[in-house]
Protein backbone atom coordinates (compact mmCIF):
# COMPACT_ATOMS: atom_id res chain seq x y z
CA UNK A 1 0.00 0.00 0.00
CA UNK A 2 3.06 2.82 0.97
CA UNK A 3 4.31 1.37 -2.52
CA UNK A 4 1.28 2.45 -4.61
CA UNK A 5 0.76 5.81 -2.16
CA UNK A 6 4.30 6.63 -3.33
CA UNK A 7 4.05 6.64 -6.94
CA UNK A 8 1.03 8.23 -6.92
CA UNK A 9 2.63 11.45 -4.96
CA UNK A 10 5.88 11.12 -7.03
CA UNK A 11 3.72 10.43 -10.06
CA UNK A 12 1.81 14.29 -9.37
CA UNK A 13 5.24 15.58 -8.68
CA UNK A 14 6.65 14.63 -11.95
CA UNK A 15 3.31 14.97 -14.00
CA UNK A 16 2.63 19.11 -12.56
CA UNK A 17 6.56 19.60 -13.07
CA UNK A 18 6.88 18.34 -16.57
CA UNK A 19 3.90 19.62 -17.44
CA UNK A 20 4.57 23.22 -16.98
CA UNK A 21 8.24 22.77 -18.54
CA UNK A 22 5.90 21.26 -21.71
CA UNK A 23 3.75 23.76 -21.65
CA UNK A 24 6.65 26.74 -21.67
CA UNK A 25 8.60 24.83 -24.38
CA UNK A 26 5.41 24.49 -26.40
CA UNK A 27 4.36 28.45 -25.96
CA UNK A 28 7.98 29.36 -27.18
CA UNK A 29 7.95 27.54 -30.01
CA UNK A 30 4.68 28.86 -31.39
CA UNK A 31 5.76 31.89 -30.45
CA UNK A 32 9.19 31.78 -32.23
CA UNK A 33 7.29 30.40 -35.23
CA UNK A 34 5.44 34.30 -35.14
CA UNK A 35 1.91 32.73 -33.95
CA UNK A 36 -0.08 35.70 -32.46
CA UNK A 37 -0.40 35.24 -28.64
CA UNK A 38 -4.15 34.94 -28.42
CA UNK A 39 -3.57 31.92 -30.36
CA UNK A 40 -1.08 30.05 -28.66
CA UNK A 41 -2.69 31.13 -25.42
CA UNK A 42 -6.25 29.35 -26.70
CA UNK A 43 -4.87 26.73 -28.50
CA UNK A 44 -1.22 25.31 -27.23
CA UNK A 45 -1.28 26.07 -23.70
CA UNK A 46 -5.12 24.91 -23.55
CA UNK A 47 -3.65 21.51 -24.64
CA UNK A 48 -0.19 21.67 -22.88
CA UNK A 49 -2.18 22.36 -19.15
CA UNK A 50 -4.48 19.29 -20.53
CA UNK A 51 -1.61 16.82 -21.50
CA UNK A 52 -1.79 15.20 -17.86
CA UNK A 53 -5.12 14.33 -18.17
CA UNK A 54 -4.97 13.74 -21.92
CA UNK A 55 -1.49 10.94 -20.88
CA UNK A 56 -3.07 9.48 -17.86
CA UNK A 57 -6.47 8.78 -19.71
CA UNK A 58 -4.68 6.73 -22.62
CA UNK A 59 -2.40 5.45 -20.13
CA UNK A 60 -5.30 4.44 -18.12
CA UNK A 61 -7.23 2.97 -21.53
CA UNK A 62 -3.92 1.13 -22.87
CA UNK A 63 -4.26 -1.20 -18.90
CA UNK A 64 -7.60 -1.78 -19.64
CA UNK A 65 -8.78 0.85 -17.13
CA UNK A 66 -10.99 2.84 -19.15
CA UNK A 67 -13.40 3.59 -15.82
CA UNK A 68 -10.25 5.80 -14.03
CA UNK A 69 -9.76 7.34 -17.56
CA UNK A 70 -13.84 8.37 -17.67
CA UNK A 71 -13.68 9.65 -14.16
CA UNK A 72 -10.64 11.53 -14.55
CA UNK A 73 -11.98 13.15 -17.58
CA UNK A 74 -15.25 14.39 -15.81
CA UNK A 75 -13.40 14.48 -11.98
CA UNK A 76 -11.77 16.88 -13.12
CA UNK A 77 -13.80 19.30 -14.60
CA UNK A 78 -15.39 19.31 -11.45
CA UNK A 79 -12.25 20.06 -10.13
CA UNK A 80 -11.69 22.80 -12.30
CA UNK A 81 -15.07 25.03 -11.78
CA UNK A 82 -15.80 24.19 -8.38
CA UNK A 83 -12.51 23.81 -6.73
CA UNK A 84 -9.77 26.16 -9.03
CA UNK A 85 -11.89 28.43 -9.38
CA UNK A 86 -13.95 28.41 -6.39
CA UNK A 87 -9.83 28.88 -3.80
CA UNK A 88 -8.81 30.92 -6.76
CA UNK A 89 -11.87 33.50 -6.22
CA UNK A 90 -11.54 33.34 -2.39
CA UNK A 91 -8.03 34.90 -2.81
CA UNK A 92 -8.84 36.96 -5.30
CA UNK A 93 -12.49 37.64 -7.30
CA UNK A 94 -12.24 37.26 -10.79
CA UNK A 95 -13.31 40.25 -13.01
CA UNK A 96 -13.78 38.42 -17.06
CA UNK A 97 -13.45 41.21 -19.51
CA UNK A 98 -12.45 39.44 -22.38
CA UNK A 99 -14.89 39.47 -25.24
CA UNK A 100 -13.26 36.43 -26.61
CA UNK A 101 -13.73 34.37 -23.40
CA UNK A 102 -17.21 35.25 -23.61
CA UNK A 103 -17.48 33.56 -26.81
CA UNK A 104 -16.12 30.67 -25.43
CA UNK A 105 -18.64 29.74 -23.13
CA UNK A 106 -21.93 28.45 -25.22
CA UNK A 107 -18.67 26.35 -27.22
CA UNK A 108 -18.12 24.93 -24.10
CA UNK A 109 -21.91 24.22 -23.29
CA UNK A 110 -22.07 22.40 -26.95
CA UNK A 111 -19.21 20.14 -26.25
CA UNK A 112 -20.74 19.50 -22.75
CA UNK A 113 -23.97 18.37 -24.07
CA UNK A 114 -22.18 16.71 -27.13
CA UNK A 115 -20.23 14.40 -24.65
CA UNK A 116 -23.48 14.17 -22.53
CA UNK A 117 -25.31 12.87 -25.89
CA UNK A 118 -22.77 10.58 -26.57
CA UNK A 119 -22.68 8.90 -23.06
CA UNK A 120 -26.54 8.68 -22.89
CA UNK A 121 -26.43 5.03 -23.81
CA UNK A 122 -23.96 4.57 -21.24
CA UNK A 123 -21.22 3.59 -23.89
CA UNK A 124 -17.89 4.85 -25.17
CA UNK A 125 -17.23 3.21 -28.29
CA UNK A 126 -15.20 3.74 -31.29
CA UNK A 127 -17.69 6.15 -33.08
CA UNK A 128 -17.73 7.81 -30.14
CA UNK A 129 -14.42 8.32 -30.10
CA UNK A 130 -13.83 9.40 -33.74
CA UNK A 131 -16.66 12.14 -33.33
CA UNK A 132 -15.33 13.77 -29.96
CA UNK A 133 -11.72 13.52 -31.29
CA UNK A 134 -13.15 14.87 -34.91
CA UNK A 135 -14.95 17.74 -32.87
CA UNK A 136 -11.73 18.50 -31.10
CA UNK A 137 -9.95 19.63 -34.38
CA UNK A 138 -13.04 21.61 -35.29
CA UNK A 139 -13.42 22.94 -31.70
CA UNK A 140 -9.62 24.09 -32.26
CA UNK A 141 -9.71 25.48 -35.58
CA UNK A 142 -12.94 27.74 -34.23
CA UNK A 143 -10.45 28.86 -31.62
CA UNK A 144 -8.17 30.27 -34.19
CA UNK A 145 -10.75 31.66 -35.92
CA UNK A 146 -11.93 33.35 -32.47
CA UNK A 147 -8.65 34.76 -32.28
CA UNK A 148 -8.24 35.72 -35.60
CA UNK A 149 -11.58 37.87 -35.66
CA UNK A 150 -10.25 39.56 -32.45
CA UNK A 151 -7.51 41.35 -34.46
CA UNK A 152 -10.33 42.47 -36.96
CA UNK A 153 -13.13 43.61 -34.99
CA UNK A 154 -14.40 45.60 -31.94
CA UNK A 155 -12.57 42.93 -29.75
CA UNK A 156 -8.76 43.91 -31.15
CA UNK A 157 -7.20 45.24 -27.79
CA UNK A 158 -8.72 41.90 -25.91
CA UNK A 159 -7.35 42.08 -22.77
CA UNK A 160 -6.43 38.31 -22.17
CA UNK A 161 -4.20 38.58 -25.25
CA UNK A 162 -1.59 40.98 -23.60
CA UNK A 163 -2.33 38.31 -20.54
CA UNK A 164 -1.56 35.57 -22.62
CA UNK A 165 1.85 37.61 -24.09
CA UNK A 166 2.71 38.15 -20.60
CA UNK A 167 3.28 34.25 -20.12
CA UNK A 168 5.20 33.56 -22.74
CA UNK A 169 8.37 33.05 -22.40
CA UNK A 170 9.63 35.04 -25.31
CA UNK A 171 13.30 34.98 -24.45
CA UNK A 172 13.60 31.08 -24.74
CA UNK A 173 15.55 29.88 -27.63
CA UNK A 174 14.43 27.80 -30.10
CA UNK A 175 17.00 24.69 -28.75
CA UNK A 176 15.97 25.23 -25.68
CA UNK A 177 12.15 25.44 -26.34
CA UNK A 178 12.44 22.13 -28.54
CA UNK A 179 14.54 20.60 -25.69
CA UNK A 180 11.94 20.89 -23.01
CA UNK A 181 8.69 19.77 -25.15
CA UNK A 182 10.49 16.44 -25.80
CA UNK A 183 11.62 15.89 -21.86
CA UNK A 184 8.36 17.43 -20.74
CA UNK A 185 6.42 14.97 -22.83
CA UNK A 186 8.61 11.88 -22.11
CA UNK A 187 8.70 12.99 -17.99
CA UNK A 188 4.61 13.45 -18.60
CA UNK A 189 4.21 9.76 -20.27
CA UNK A 190 6.76 8.63 -17.39
CA UNK A 191 4.40 10.17 -14.57
CA UNK A 192 1.20 8.83 -16.16
CA UNK A 193 2.00 5.58 -16.29
CA UNK A 194 3.78 5.88 -12.34
CA UNK A 195 0.34 7.46 -11.37
CA UNK A 196 -1.72 5.01 -12.84
CA UNK A 197 -0.04 2.31 -11.65
CA UNK A 198 -0.04 3.86 -8.17
CA UNK A 199 -3.62 5.04 -8.47
CA UNK A 200 -4.98 1.49 -9.28
CA UNK A 201 -3.13 -0.29 -6.63
CA UNK A 202 -4.52 1.71 -4.07
CA UNK A 203 -8.01 1.59 -5.35
CA UNK A 204 -7.59 -2.87 -5.44
CA UNK A 205 -6.01 -2.29 -1.50
CA UNK A 206 -9.17 -0.08 -0.86
CA UNK A 207 -11.63 -2.16 -2.41
CA UNK A 208 -13.50 0.83 -4.29
CA UNK A 209 -13.79 1.27 -8.34
CA UNK A 210 -11.49 2.80 -10.69
CA UNK A 211 -14.19 5.39 -11.45
CA UNK A 212 -14.14 6.35 -7.52
CA UNK A 213 -10.05 6.43 -7.74
CA UNK A 214 -10.67 8.75 -11.25
CA UNK A 215 -12.83 10.71 -9.54
CA UNK A 216 -10.90 11.57 -6.54
CA UNK A 217 -7.27 10.95 -6.17
CA UNK A 218 -6.44 11.22 -10.21
CA UNK A 219 -8.95 14.29 -11.06
CA UNK A 220 -7.28 16.69 -8.69
CA UNK A 221 -3.96 15.69 -9.36
CA UNK A 222 -4.17 16.16 -13.12
CA UNK A 223 -6.02 19.34 -12.28
CA UNK A 224 -2.77 20.73 -10.08
CA UNK A 225 -1.54 22.52 -13.06
CA UNK A 226 -4.80 24.35 -13.63
CA UNK A 227 -4.89 25.10 -10.36
CA UNK A 228 -1.18 26.74 -10.25
CA UNK A 229 -2.03 28.62 -13.10
CA UNK A 230 -4.81 30.08 -12.28
CA UNK A 231 -3.91 31.29 -9.02
CA UNK A 232 -1.02 32.77 -10.61
CA UNK A 233 -3.01 34.13 -12.86
CA UNK A 234 -5.09 35.67 -10.38
CA UNK A 235 -2.13 37.12 -8.07
CA UNK A 236 -0.61 38.77 -11.02
CA UNK A 237 -4.26 40.38 -11.80
CA UNK A 238 -4.64 37.97 -14.85
CA UNK A 239 -8.27 37.26 -14.37
CA UNK A 240 -9.23 36.35 -18.11
CA UNK A 241 -6.75 33.80 -18.08
CA UNK A 242 -7.30 32.18 -14.56
CA UNK A 243 -10.97 31.43 -15.88
CA UNK A 244 -9.64 30.64 -19.30
CA UNK A 245 -7.42 27.95 -17.97
CA UNK A 246 -10.47 26.33 -16.97
CA UNK A 247 -12.69 26.97 -19.70
CA UNK A 248 -9.73 25.60 -22.24
CA UNK A 249 -9.06 22.80 -19.79
CA UNK A 250 -12.28 21.54 -19.57
CA UNK A 251 -13.18 21.45 -23.16
CA UNK A 252 -10.31 19.57 -24.28
CA UNK A 253 -10.55 17.10 -21.37
CA UNK A 254 -14.24 16.37 -22.76
CA UNK A 255 -13.28 15.88 -26.67
CA UNK A 256 -9.85 14.40 -25.77
CA UNK A 257 -9.61 13.00 -22.85
CA UNK A 258 -13.09 11.14 -22.98
CA UNK A 259 -12.48 10.53 -26.92
CA UNK A 260 -9.48 8.47 -26.35
CA UNK A 261 -10.48 5.75 -24.05
CA UNK A 262 -13.75 5.17 -27.01
CA UNK A 263 -11.33 5.40 -29.33
CA UNK A 264 -8.55 2.96 -28.05
CA UNK A 265 -10.50 0.72 -25.63
CA UNK A 266 -14.31 1.15 -25.73
CA UNK A 267 -15.95 0.22 -22.18
CA UNK A 268 -19.76 0.61 -20.54
CA UNK A 269 -19.96 2.20 -17.24
CA UNK A 270 -22.31 2.44 -14.63
CA UNK A 271 -25.85 5.05 -15.09
CA UNK A 272 -24.01 6.84 -11.94
CA UNK A 273 -21.55 8.38 -14.60
CA UNK A 274 -24.15 10.09 -15.66
CA UNK A 275 -26.93 10.67 -13.17
CA UNK A 276 -24.60 11.72 -10.46
CA UNK A 277 -21.27 13.01 -11.72
CA UNK A 278 -22.39 14.37 -15.19
CA UNK A 279 -25.27 15.96 -13.83
CA UNK A 280 -22.92 18.24 -11.62
CA UNK A 281 -20.64 19.22 -14.54
CA UNK A 282 -23.15 19.73 -16.62
CA UNK A 283 -24.71 21.90 -13.22
CA UNK A 284 -21.48 23.66 -12.26
CA UNK A 285 -20.79 24.45 -16.00
CA UNK A 286 -23.97 26.18 -16.72
CA UNK A 287 -23.21 28.20 -13.18
CA UNK A 288 -19.94 29.39 -14.40
CA UNK A 289 -21.60 30.22 -17.58
CA UNK A 290 -23.60 32.78 -15.98
CA UNK A 291 -21.21 33.81 -13.60
CA UNK A 292 -18.30 34.98 -15.73
CA UNK A 293 -20.23 35.71 -18.41
CA UNK A 294 -21.98 39.45 -16.77
CA UNK A 295 -25.84 39.27 -18.16
CA UNK A 296 -27.21 42.29 -16.44
CA UNK A 297 -31.32 43.04 -15.43
CA UNK A 298 -31.50 43.84 -19.38
CA UNK A 299 -30.57 40.32 -20.27
CA UNK A 300 -27.50 42.20 -22.09
CA UNK A 301 -23.56 41.32 -21.55
CA UNK A 302 -22.58 45.07 -21.60
CA UNK A 303 -21.02 44.71 -18.06
CA UNK A 304 -17.57 42.23 -16.98
CA UNK A 305 -18.43 38.88 -15.51
CA UNK A 306 -17.26 38.54 -11.72
CA UNK A 307 -17.00 36.23 -9.66
CA UNK A 308 -16.80 37.15 -5.76
CA UNK A 309 -15.43 35.68 -2.93
CA UNK A 310 -18.87 34.53 -1.58
CA UNK A 311 -19.50 32.69 -4.98
CA UNK A 312 -16.11 31.08 -5.18
CA UNK A 313 -16.71 30.48 -1.15
CA UNK A 314 -20.12 28.52 -3.08
CA UNK A 315 -18.20 26.56 -5.21
CA UNK A 316 -15.87 25.55 -2.73
CA UNK A 317 -18.47 24.01 -0.52
CA UNK A 318 -20.33 22.40 -3.78
CA UNK A 319 -16.77 20.54 -4.48
CA UNK A 320 -16.74 19.56 -0.36
CA UNK A 321 -20.12 18.40 -1.07
CA UNK A 322 -19.37 16.57 -4.27
CA UNK A 323 -16.73 15.05 -2.63
CA UNK A 324 -18.80 13.72 0.76
CA UNK A 325 -21.59 12.32 -1.38
CA UNK A 326 -18.76 9.98 -3.30
CA UNK A 327 -17.32 9.07 0.17
CA UNK A 328 -20.90 8.33 1.00
CA UNK A 329 -21.27 6.13 -2.23
CA UNK A 330 -18.14 4.45 -1.29
CA UNK A 331 -18.84 3.60 2.44
CA UNK A 332 -22.59 2.38 1.46
CA UNK A 333 -24.93 4.85 3.60
Same mark, same amino acid.
Given at each position: MLAFIAAVVAGLILLVWSADRFVAGAAATADKLRIPSLIIGLTVVGLGTSAPEILVS?????EGKGDLAVGNAIGSNIANIALILGLTALISPLTVRSQTLKREYPVLLLVTLLALGLMWDLRLDRID???? @????VTVLWLLVFLARRS &? =???????????????EIPHDMSIKMALFWVVVGLILLVIASRTLVWGATGIASALGVSDLIIGLTIVAIGTSLPELAASMMSA @?????????????????? &? =??AVLGIPGLVA?????????????AIMLGLSIALFFLARGFDWRGTDSRPGR????????????FLGYQWLLYRSVVGA
Open positions: LTASLGVIL @LGSL &N =LTETAGDPIEAEFDA @LKNEHDIAIGNVIGSNMF &N =LLPLSFESQVITRDYINRWEGALLLCA
